[in-house]
């Protein structure tokens, strides 16, 4: 072999050697073979992922819009009529139950006499009202009636006077 070639076998054999060790090496904006696979992967496990979650979504969706089961209807409260009445001369304060379910009760002030009332109050309820007169005094009374029947008066007299009037209906 002459030195010629020896050089040039020699030449060879380092560029084969910097071609091998440069293939292991990133290229600038170029990726590996192995993490371009990992990140196809990723993405499909991603997508895969999302998909099951908006058919779960449009499952549970298309359920409610499709549930056409009727719920029951809140059952209607059975009521009495009642009927409050005050009389006398002059002005009063009233307050009296028209009971809903929440058992809220109405105050009128400054009522010119005489005064009525006709109501529904739920079953089981005590309907009542009271009236209070003012510091003029005088004289007023309350009657209650249910269902037409008149049920308790009572009478107050005097500067803020008193008086109530109440009866408990029948429970449903």
């Known amino acids: 072999m002459s030195s010629k070639e020896s050089t040039e076998s020699a030449e060879t054999e380092i560029a084969e050697r910097e071609t091998e060790a440069t293939a ?7 990726e590996p073979a192995d993490e ?5 992967t990723g993405s499909r496990a991603g997508i895969a992922i999302a998909a099951a ?3 779960a979504c449009g499952g549970l969706v298309g359920y409610g819009i499709l549930n056409t089961e009727e719920k029951p209807k809140p059952r209607a409260v059975p009521t ?3 009927t409050y009445e005050v009389t006398g001369e002059g002005t009063v304060e009233v307050s009296y139950l028209a009971r809903s379910e929440s058992g809220d009760a109405t105050i009128e002030s400054g009522v010119q006499l005489p005064w009525k ?4 109050v739920p079953l089981g309820k005590e309907p009542t009202v009271a009236i209070v007169l003012g510091e003029k ?3 007023a009374a309350c009657t209650l009636a249910v269902r037409g029947t008149h049920v308790q008066r009572a009478t107050a007299s005097g500067t803020y006077g008193r008086a109530t009037c109440s ?3 029948p429970r449903p």
């Open 167 to 169: 009866a408990p209906l």
């Open 137 to 139: 005094g005088g004289q």
């Open 36 to 40: 371009s696979k990992d990140k196809d």
């Open 117 to 120: 009332k006709t109501v529904r």
């Open 53 to 55: 979650v908006l058919l």
């Open 24 to 30: 292991g090496t990133e290229t600038p904006g170029a």
């Open 80 to 82: 009495a009529e009642v």
